[in-house]
């Protein structure tokens, strides 16, 4: 069944979404008011051939005499702004990129239907959909076509189900058993997630070191891994298969030097250092059921392992660890040394956000260095950044990062700004020495991922294309839900990182304080 939660920035998840109004109180900051949440239920981004992309929205709110009258729109992957209709509190509608297809497809459905803007589609590499209200994000839809997000909602015959909870978060969605998905119902069965995960992956960098994979079973019993698949999703020899009679108890560790081949040999796992996706697929009877856990790791240091850590709200986050720990709970996420210290993720409107980070390490970074006899920057993940020629960042240096362009104080219009007319809205709290770099994208009003990355590999993958590998050095997952302060979410204040041996994925790690650009 399709779990559908109106969205509120309190962790008491209440009826209504408490959006901050222009007006301001005598504290200088931002009241409140409450209107109807909106929320995405189902998403089709990457559907079969023939079928059309679509997303369903679901009003769990008050009613709206006029969709029109409270600017509800999308925004993001896709733009459209909705009629002057009125839409009632349950109303199930949905938008899509093709209404005569999606007629033709899905001829059981009868509810209202809107066709977004021409010359936009949702991106089968992931992205952020933004159901905004008055000029303020009521429910962001982020998706990913990589782990820990379902495979099978990626070309595969599956929708994205929502299930409630952070909708930033890959926890809160899952694949639909329905192929092609069933768009205007909420009594969607979908896949459920393995309780055994993929924990860990040491990567070949030797003969010496070798490779293995780690399994952990969050459940409390034992489960029967046998027959189940290994699958890279980038290699040409992809599957492999656990050997039968294996079994992992609940809440133990498993690692595995050797897997079977397609034939029932045994063959040594060898995952690539310079990053990739693999799958672990659950199998009965000789048939792969559906359910799933995967990971995706980015470029692993010689001597490290990749892997998986939770945090304090229930999420998990992936990445290189500070070391291998088979067969053992999981060491912190490795980091550095350039780190994200400060986001103005939520301004109030007639404000800019921005995003600060740190060189917290003993040398001076090349931002733009030499790969295979080219130059490849340091990028900025979430808002579409690259650094250019000659960017650099010396030991303990800040820098910061605005968009070119932000809400006015009527809380739609946009407006752009030059780094001049930034430095200007801060002047005496940003020094002329911090520099200061423009992306053409923009931070989520809701909650989104945002790394920094280091080109680390340029190689051909299985189509001859040049890609380039990245490990990363940091990266937050930020929400306006859950344990993330709530003073961060468009009341005036940004979100400012407290230690930086701990990950940028963890709640606990920021505080809400006023916002000071260029300084730590």
Request: charged residues 20%; glycine residues 10%.
């Amino acid at each position: 069944m399709k779990k559908i939660l109106p969205l509120a920035v309190s962790a008491a998840m209440l009826s209504t979404f408490s959006m901050t109004a222009c007006s301001e109180s005598s504290s200088g900051k931002t009241r409140t008011v409450s209107i109807p949440a909106m929320a995405v239920t189902e998403l089709m981004y990457h559907p079969a051939d023939g079928y059309p992309e679509f997303v369903e929205l679901t009003l769990s709110g008050t009613s709206l005499s006029s969709m029109s009258n409270v600017n509800l729109r999308l925004d993001g992957a896709v733009e459209f702004t909705f009629p002057d209709e009125a839409l009632d509190k349950g109303e199930i509608i949905v938008v899509t990129e093709d209404s005569a297809l999606f007629r033709e497809k899905y001829p059981d459905y009868k509810g209202r239907l809107f066709q977004w803007d021409a010359g936009f589609k949702l991106s089968n590499s992931g992205d952020v959909l933004e159901v905004k209200l008055d000029g303020k994000g009521d429910f962001d839809a982020r998706y990913d076509n990589n782990p820990p997000w379902p495979s099978l909602a990626d070309g595969n015959g599956s929708s994205l189900v929502y299930m409630g909870e952070n909708p930033a978060y890959a926890e809160s969605w899952a694949a639909s058993k329905i192929v092609n998905g069933n768009p205007g119902s909420t009594e969607d069965p979908y896949y459920a997630t393995s309780s055994v995960r993929i924990n860990e992956i040491m990567p070949y960098h030797s003969d010496e070191t070798g490779s293995w994979i780690e399994f952990y079973n969050a459940g409390t019993s034992t489960t029967d891994i046998s027959g189940w698949k290994v699958v890279r999703a980038d290699a040409k020899d992809s599957v492999r298969y656990i050997p039968s009679g294996t079994t992992i108890a609940g809440g133990a560790y498993l690692s595995l030097h050797t897997l079977l081949t397609e034939d029932g040999n045994e063959s040594s796992v060898s995952f690539v250092a310079r990053g990739e996706a693999v799958y672990l697929r659950e199998v009965q009877d000789g048939e792969v059921t559906g359910v799933e856990s995967g990971m995706e790791y980015s470029a692993v240091p010689t001597g490290l392992s990749a892997g998986v850590i939770e945090l304090s709200d229930g999420s998990t986050q992936q990445g290189t660890l500070l070391k291998p720990t088979e067969g053992a709970r999981n060491s912190e996420i490795d980091l550095g040394p350039i780190y994200i210290s400060e986001v103005f993720y939520n301004p109030l409107d007639g404000d800019v956000e921005f995003l600060e980070i740190v060189n917290k390490g003993d040398s001076t970074v090349t931002l733009h260095p030499m790969l295979n006899l080219s130059y490849k920057g340091w990028k900025i993940g979430g808002v579409g950044f690259e650094f250019g020629e000659n960017h650099t960042l010396e030991p303990g240096e800040v820098a910061v990062l605005i968009p070119s362009s932000y809400t006015d104080t009527d809380g739609y219009t946009s407006v752009s700004i030059t780094v001049d007319e930034f430095r200007k809205k801060w002047e005496g709290v940003l020094a002329d020495s911090v520099q200061v770099f423009q992306y053409t994208g923009k931070l989520s009003n809701r909650g989104e991922k945002v790394s920094v990355e280091e080109p680390s590999e340029v190689a051909k993958d299985l189509k001859d294309s040049t890609i380039v590998y990245y490990h990363v050095s940091d990266a937050l997952l930020y929400s306006d839900g859950g344990l993330w302060p709530e003073e961060a979410d468009g009341k005036g204040y940004s979100l400012n990182r407290i230690d930086y041996s701990i990950s940028g994925y963890e709640p606990s790690n920021w505080e809400a304080k006023e916002p000071t650009p260029g300084v730590l």
